[in-house]
């Protein structure tokens, strides 16, 4: 269902273009906001601006993960996860581990990750990007906090690794949901949520477009992954998190809402 007198085409306008949704509060579950080049202050107020209230900055290494720490701990609305990424596997030692479980003792972390797999690009060998996700589920347990998990092409033995460690009863984040209908429901039997993000809105994403069709709200989440991953009509350009409110547009769209309806869960706020 579309807004009254809203044209199709509108719902891939930039919020600021259009000056603001109202009162539009919108969670980036996914960011990576010390990749940015822009000055993240600006970032951050022009994403406000647009209705994006909340960012969760997502390490990606060590480094990468003191810094989301230190942007959560100096910006209001920005909380941190914190983990080692797939490509980056093979650095996980011990030393590092030690120091991730002291970094996700800071309030302001709410989650460890991106951990998972990613057999597409096999930029860390495959026998240290699983023992570096155990790892991490086994952190996650440890400190009760939800999981990040990166998947490509690697659907099966994400999934058999996860059932080892399943149920997750909610602290559990499928990012940038690549798979099939049934590793969705697979995730969802684990006590997962699904998140997506720019893809949703390419015009060929059919099959994705389907399952969140078929996804129940509340284990569906969005996200940007700034600065990757633009949605249409921004595809291959920088991405920020402003542009959440046209992957938020397409997902109430596909769930017959208007955007303003779109009420979703926020699965990292921490007790």
Not at 125 to 132: G, L, S, V
Not at 204 to 213: C, E, G, P, T
Not at 224 to 234: A, G, Q, R
């Amino acid at each position: 269902m579309k807004e009254p007198g809203r044209k199709a085409a509108d719902a891939y306008v930039l919020p600021e273009e259009k000056g603001g949704h109202g009162n539009l509060s919108l969670v980036d579950t996914h960011a990576h906001l010390d990749l940015l080049k822009e000055d993240v202050v600006a970032v951050l107020r022009e994403a406000r601006e647009a209705g994006v209230t909340g960012v969760v900055t997502v390490g990606i290494s060590l480094d990468s993960s003191r810094k989301a720490v230190e942007m959560a701990r100096t910006h209001s609305g920005v909380r941190a996860v914190v983990g080692v990424h797939p490509h980056d596997a093979k650095d996980l030692d011990r030393q590092t581990l030690r120091e991730l479980r002291r970094l996700a003792t800071d309030p302001f972390v709410v989650g460890i990750g991106e951990t998972g797999l990613d057999f597409y690009r096999n930029l860390s060998p495959r026998t240290d990007q699983e023992r570096a996700f155990r790892s991490q589920l086994e952190l996650a347990r440890e400190l009760d906090l939800p999981v990040v998990v990166h998947d490509r092409e690697a659907h099966a033995e994400t999934l058999r690794i996860l059932e080892e460690y399943a149920p997750f009863g909610g602290r559990l984040i499928m990012h940038c949901f690549s798979g099939d209908l049934d590793t969705a429901r697979a995730v969802l039997d684990m006590g997962g949520y699904i998140s997506v993000a720019g893809p949703v809105t390419f015009p060929n994403a059919r099959r994705l477009q389907d399952i969140v069709r078929r996804l129940p709200l509340d284990r569906l989440l969005i996200e940007t992954d700034c600065p990757f991953l633009s949605p249409h009509p921004y595809r291959g350009k920088p991405n920020s998190p402003a542009r959440l409110v046209l992957v938020a547009s397409r997902v109430a769209e596909l769930k017959g809402l208007c955007l303003g309806e779109l009420r979703l869960p926020d699965p990292f706020t921490r007790d």
